[in-house]
């Protein structure tokens, strides 16, 4: 795997850091985000998805995230393989989460990778890019991305 500098400019010690941090602690916070996001009736999660494992790694964070969904919930998953691996940089996540960017332009672009179930994959895709984003979450992310 390549790393790849964020515009972001994550210090090399945060990486370092991210790595001794386990995908299930790392997933609790993106869980708690999660129920934030139903709590506003937003990014409600597609029936393929329910009890399906993930991992998300943030690149340049050093960071992986393990976590399935049940009912609109995610949760946190401390052991098992995933069947859907994706990774890519801090800002390029928070780019496809504001809708600036999609994932088959990044996945072309050889900025965000893709293991494991492929139609799994293409459900996470079409997921990600119909959502309807809340426009507080966008201006929320375009002030962090600048």
Known sequence: ?????????????????????????????????????????ALPIPDELQGRLFEI??????????????GSHLHPVWSGTPELKLAASLGDFMRMA???IDADTLFF????????????????KNWLDAVERPPRLVALLHALIQ
């Not at 090399?12 to 999660?34: I, M």
């Not at 790694?57 to 049940?70: A, E, Q």
Request: hydrophobic content about 45%; some cysteine.
């Open 109 to 124: 672009q050889r900025r965000l990778s893709i293991e494991g179930d492929t139609e799994l994959g293409l459900v996470v």
């Open 57 to 70: 790694t943030v690149r340049d964070l050093g960071l992986s995230l393990r976590f399935t969904c049940r």
């Open 98 to 100: 504001a809708g600036d």
């Open 1 to 41: 795997m390549t790393s790849e500098r964020s515009p972001l400019a994550i210090p090399a010690f945060v990486q370092k850091l991210g790595r001794l941090v386990p995908p299930g602690v790392a997933a609790v916070p993106l869980a708690a985000g999660w129920r934030i996001a139903e709590w506003l009736q």
